[in-house]
C-alpha cells in the first residue's frame, strides 16, 4: 500500500484544529497551580510578551511557536509547565491612534488585544490563559505603582532635574530615538533641550553585580553577554583636573577647571585639546558673551543624544578661547572646545584629546589644524623617525616623549601616572561605568500613572497604599497637544495625603519598559492583592526558557535583570536574576512589493511568469529584497490566511523546519505549501497503519530495519529538542516519515507491530510541531487511549540504537574497488579476508603481488599491489 496512493481522507483541519483546541480548553490541559506541586519538576517557558498593534504576522508565530514546542515538550517530558501569555499594552501608537482615528485608546488596545489572542488561540499554542494580563489594565499596573512606591520607600528611586530632547509641537519629551535629523520624529519640529523634573530608578547602584553575574548565565547567547557588558560599561583609570590657564577677567572663579575621566592617564604628555560637551557649565559660561558659541550649543542641542547618532555625526567643535593646564607638565597648555561629540551624560562631560591614541581625536585635530604629539611608539619603530599619519596608533606600544614615562608599556605607564597624579593631588584611581540612572518620566497620557501628589508644602507625596490603584481617567480629549493628563480638568487636582492642602497629582507615566520589566513575575500569580506572592514567585522563577528578538538584548533584558533585583531588595522576589535561559530567534523575512502609489501587500500581488503585478490591475510592481516583516513596508504574511489555507499546524511546522531558530528565514508560497504537503502525507500514512487489522506487538525479525529507525529517531528528535533545534527534529522526523512509507508500500504482515510502533512514535514526536494532527492520529491509533497532550514522550530502547554494521570501502592503489557490510569493530583478519572476497577486488588482485594491507577500523581497507 502507497502512502501517495491511499484513499484515506485527508486531515480536515477546518474542524479537526478547532475541534481539539476545544478538548484542550474543556480538559484545562495546559493550566497549573500557583505554586509548582512538589510531586513534578517545574518549567518556566515565556515568550516575550507583544505589543497589541492589532494583527499578528509569522513573525510572532515563530517566536510563539518556539516557546510552545518546549512548553509541549517539557511536558511530556514529566515536568509542570507553565506557559502564560499577556499583553504589552500602553505605549505611543495608541495615543497616535486616538489623534488620527479619533477611538480612546484603551478601546483601540483592547479591541487589538482581542483580534490577537483569537489568532493566537486559532494556531494551539499551549497557553494557560486564566493567567493572561494586560499592563493597560488598573489590576496590573496597579500593583506596579505598589512597586514603585517600595522603591521609592527603599531609596532606589530618585527625582532630579534633568536634560531632556523637547518637542516643542507636541510639547513631550522624546527618547533619542525618536529625533530624527534633530527633529521630533511625528512632528517634525527642531528638537530643543530642556531641562525638567524627572523620575530615575537607581539601575546604576547596580552595576557591579549585574555586570558580574553575567558570567553564570551560561544558558544566555554569549552575544547578548557581550553587548549587556559593553552597556554597563566598566572602566578603569583617572579622574583628572585641568586647571584654567589665565581665565580671562570676570570668568566665574567657580569653574576653574575641567575635571576629565580618562582610561588612558598615560597619554597625557599628548594631549592637544580638551573638549566639553554643549552643557557643560564651562561652555555655558561663554556662551553668556558670545553669540557664536551660543548658537553651535544651540546646534548641538538638536543633534540629539544617542551614541548611534553622535557616531555617524560629522564630529565638529568651537573654540573657547580658554586653555587648560597640563596637570604633568604644568608649563603647557591646550585649548578647549565644544564638541559635539561629547555627552553631559557620559563620564564628566569633558574628554581631554591624545590625537596619536584615539582615531576620533586625531581626525578632529587634523581638521582644525591642532597638533599632534606623538607619545606612544608602536613596537619594532624607530623613536627618531616615526611620525603619526592618517590613523592612530593601537595595539602593543610603549610610552615616549612622555618624560617620567619613557619606555613604559601601557599598563605599567598608567599606574605609573595615577601614582603621580595623586601625589601631586590633581587626580585619583578611579573606576567608571557607562550605565546611567534610568530616567522613567513620560509626558504620556497611555501609560502607568506615577503614584505621586505634589504639594507646595509638603513637596512629593507617595500615594498611600489605600488609595492605589491610580487610574487613568477615560474622559480625556486628544484635540490638543500635549499631556492630556494636563489638560483634564479634574484628575490631577487631588488633596494632599500628608496635610490636605490642594496638590496636584504627578501627570507624567512611567516608561513602558517598565510594564514589561516584571511581568514575568506577576504571572505567578496574576489576580494577587499584592504585585507577587512569595510561594509562587519563587515556586516557578526564574523562567527556565525566555525567547525573543535579540533587539531587546540591552534595555529590556537589562532593565528586567534589574527590577528583579529591586524587587528582592523591598521583600516581592526571592532571586536576583529573572531568565535562567535566554534564545534569540531570527527575524523572518520577506520581499517587499511596491507600485508609484507606495507600499503593497504580499497579497495585493501576484507572479505571472517571470514578472510580478498587481493582482487588480495587472500593473507592474517593483520587487525589493527580501527583509524583515515590516508594518510600514507592508510585507507582513498574516497567520490568519494561512490557516484559512493550510491550517495552524501548517504554518507552525513550516516556521519551525526551515533553518536553525537563531538565524533569518524567509517566508515562501513555496515552502509553506511543502509544509501541508508533507502534513497531509503524515496523515494519510499513520491513518493507512491505523486503518490495519490490530497485531500483536511482538517483535518480529521482519520489522528490524524499521525499529532501529524508530529508536533512533526518538533519540535524535529528542537530542535535537534538548538542543533548540528543532529545525534538526524536523529533519529526522522526514526519515521517519519516509521509512514507515517504504514499510507501508510492503503489505507484509511480519511488518504489521513494527509500522504500528514507527507510526505511534512519529505521532508522539511530530506533538510539539503539529498538536492538532498529532490527536487526530492517536486518537485512530489508539481510539480509547488517552490524548497526546497526557502522554508521556516517548523512550528509545538502547538496544536499537546500536549500530548492526558498518561500511566499509575497499582501495586498491588507493582507488576505490568496492564495499562490504561488516560488524562494528570486526577482527582485522575477519575484514581483510571480505575484502579479499568482494568480486570486483578480487579481479583486481587477481595476478598482482600483494605488498601491504591497510585497515583503518570500521572506514577503509586498503591493498597495496605490484606488478
Not at 566665574?252 to 557649565?281: C, K, N, Q, W, Y
Request: negative net charge; aromatic residues 8%.
Amino acid at each position: 500500500m502507497s502512502d501517495t496512493t491511499s484513499t484515506t481522507p485527508a486531515f480536515d483541519f477546518h474542524t479537526r484544529e478547532p475541534f481539539w483546541q476545544a478538548e484542550w480548553k474543556s480538559r484545562n490541559s495546559f493550566s497549573v497551580p500557583d505554586v509548582p506541586p512538589a510531586d513534578r519538576p517545574k518549567y518556566y517557558v515565556l515568550e516575550m510578551f507583544p505589543y497589541p498593534s492589532g494583527q499578528l504576522h509569522v513573525g510572532h508565530v515563530r517566536n510563539y511557536a518556539l516557546g510552545d514546542v518546549v512548553a509541549r515538550y517539557k511536558r511530556a517530558q514529566g515536568f509542570s509547565v507553565l506557559h502564560p501569555m499577556g499583553w504589552d499594552a500602553f505605549g505611543l501608537p495608541a495615543e497616535n491612534a486616538a489623534r488620527e482615528r479619533g477611538v480612546h485608546p484603551g478601546k483601540w488596545t483592547m479591541e487589538n488585544i482581542a483580534t490577537m489572542r483569537g489568532t493566537l488561540q486559532r494556531l494551539g499554542f499551549s497557553l494557560d490563559w486564566d493567567r493572561e494580563i494586560a499592563t493597560c489594565q488598573p489590576e496590573y499596573y496597579g500593583q506596579q505603582q505598589k512597586l514603585f512606591l517600595d522603591m521609592l520607600a527603599g531609596g532606589l528611586v530618585e527625582r532630579r532635574d534633568s536634560s531632556v530632547n523637547w518637542d516643542p509641537v507636541d510639547e513631550t519629551v522624546l527618547a533619542n530615538e525618536q529625533v530624527v535629523d534633530g527633529r521630533g520624529w511625528r512632528s517634525g519640529a527642531l528638537i530643543e533641550k530642556k531641562t525638567l523634573s524627572q523620575w530615575f530608578l537607581k539601575i546604576s547602584e547596580f552595576a557591579e553585580p549585574l555586570l558580574a553575574s553575567l558570567k553564570d548565565l551560561d544558558r544566555w547567547p554569549e552575544r547578548v553577554r557581550t553587548m549587556q557588558e559593553r552597556w554597563i560599561g566598566r572602566s578603569e583609570g583617572a579622574r583628572v583636573r585641568f586647571p584654567l590657564h589665565n581665565p580671562p577677567e570676570g570668568f566665574d572663579t567657580d569653574l576653574d577647571g575641567i575635571e576629565v575621566f580618562t582610561t588612558r592617564p598615560d597619554t597625557l604628555f599628548g594631549m592637544s585639546f580638551v573638549g566639553i560637551a554643549a552643557d557643560h557649565p564651562v561652555a555655558l559660561h561663554v556662551a553668556k558673551n558670545n553669540p557664536e558659541a551660543l548658537a553651535f550649543i544651540e546646534e548641538c542641542r538638536r543633534l540629539g543624544t544617542s551614541e548611534e547618532v553622535i557616531e555617524a555625526a560629522e564630529k565638529r567643535g568651537f573654540d573657547t578661547g580658554l586653555r587648560v593646564s597640563n596637570p604633568l607638565d604644568p608649563e603647557t597648555s591646550v585649548p578647549v572646545w565644544i564638541a559635539n561629540f561629547v555627552l553631559m551624560d557620559y563620564g564628566t562631560g569633558a574628554v581631554f584629546g591624545c590625537p596619536c591614541g584615539d582615531q576620533r581625536d586625531l581626525d578632529f585635530a587634523r581638521k582644525y589644524g591642532l597638533p599632534v604629539p606623538s607619545v606612544i611608539l608602536p613596537v619594532g619603530e624607530d623613536a627618531d623617525s616615526f611620525e603619526v599619519g592618517a590613523k592612530a596608533v593601537t595595539g602593543d606600544a610603549t610610552l615616549y616623549n612622555s618624560g617620567f614615562l619613557d619606555g613604559l608599556d601601557t599598563a605599567s605607564a598608567k599606574k605609573a601616572s595615577i601614582e603621580r597624579l595623586e601625589g601631586l593631588g590633581v587626580g585619583h584611581s578611579v573606576v567608571n561605568w557607562r550605565l546611567r540612572d534610568w530616567g522613567i518620566s513620560r509626558q504620556r497620557y497611555w501609560g502607568c500613572p506615577i503614584p505621586v501628589v505634589h504639594c507646595p508644602s509638603c513637596g512629593a507625596v507617595p500615594v498611600p497604599d489605600d488609595q492605589l490603584p491610580v487610574v487613568l481617567p477615560e474622559d480625556v480629549t486628544f484635540d490638543r497637544t500635549g499631556n492630556p493628563l494636563d489638560h483634564h480638568p479634574t484628575w490631577k487636582h487631588v488633596s494632599c495625603p500628608n496635610c490636605g492642602t490642594a496638590a496636584t497629582r504627578e501627570t507624567d507615566t512611567f516608561d513602558t519598559f517598565v510594564d514589561s520589566s516584571w511581568y514575568f513575575a506577576r504571572f505567578t500569580s496574576p489576580h494577587a492583592a499584592n504585585p507577587t506572592v512569595p510561594a509562587a514567585a519563587d515556586g516557578w522563577l526564574p523562567v527556565d526558557q525566555y525567547i525573543g528578538g535579540i533587539e531587546h538584548a540591552i534595555l529590556h533584558l537589562l532593565y528586567a535583570r534589574f527590577f528583579t533585583r529591586a524587587m528582592h531588595e523591598t521583600g516581592h522576589l526571592g532571586i536576583d536574576e529573572p531568565f535562567a535561559g535566554l534564545f534569540t530567534q531570527g527575524m523572518v523575512t520577506h520581499e517587499s512589493y511596491r507600485d508609484e502609489k507606495g507600499w503593497l501587500y504580499p497579497e495585493e500581488v501576484e507572479r505571472r511568469g517571470e514578472d510580478v503585478v498587481r493582482r487588480d490591475n495587472g500593473a507592474t510592481v517593483k520587487v525589493g529584497r527580501s527583509e524583515k516583516m515590516s508594518k510600514s513596508k507592508r510585507n507582513t504574511v498574516s497567520p490568519v490566511a494561512i490557516i484559512e489555507k493550510f491550517g495552524a499546524d501548517t504554518a507552525r511546522w513550516f516556521v519551525l523546519s526551515d533553518s536553525p531558530p537563531e538565524r533569518d528565514m524567509e517566508w515562501t508560497a513555496s515552502g509553506v505549501a511543502a509544509a501541508a504537503r508533507f502534513g497531509q502525507r503524515v496523515h494519510r500514512l499513520v491513518s493507512s497503519v491505523a486503518a490495519r487489522d490490530a497485531v500483536d506487538a511482538g517483535h518480529e525479525a521482519a520489522g528490524d530495519d524499521l525499529r532501529r529507525v524508530t529508536h533512533r529517531t526518538i533519540a535524535a528528535v529528542t537530542e535535537a529538542l534538548e538542543a533548540f533545534t528543532p529545525n534538526v527534529a524536523v529533519a529526522r522526523l522526514h526519515e521517519l516519515t519516509s521509512a514507515l512509507a517504504d514499510a507501508d508500500r510492503k503489505n507484509d504482515t511480519g511488518l504489521a507491530a513494527a509500522r504500528r510502533e514507527a507510526a505511534t512514535a512519529l505521532t508522539l514526536l511530530c506533538a510539539p510541531m503539529m498538536p492538532h494532527l498529532a490527536e487526530d492520529l492517536m486518537a485512530l491509533l489508539e481510539p480509547e487511549g488517552a490524548l497526546v497532550v497526557e502522554r508521556a514522550w516517548p523512550q528509545a530502547i538502547p538496544e536499537w540504537l546500536a549500530v548492526q554494521s558498518v561500511t566499509i570501502g575497499v582501495q586498491v592503489l588507493g582507488k576505490l574497488r568496492g564495499t562490504i557490510q561488516m560488524a562494528p569493530d570486526a577482527p582485522k583478519d575477519e575484514v581483510l579476508a571480505a575484502a579479499k572476497a568482494e568480486p570486483n577486488v578480487a579481479r583486481a588482485l587477481e595476478g598482482k603481488r600483494l605488498v601491504k594491507e591497510i585497515h583503518v577500523p570500521n572506514r577503509i581497507v586498503n591493498f597495496v599491489v605490484a606488478g
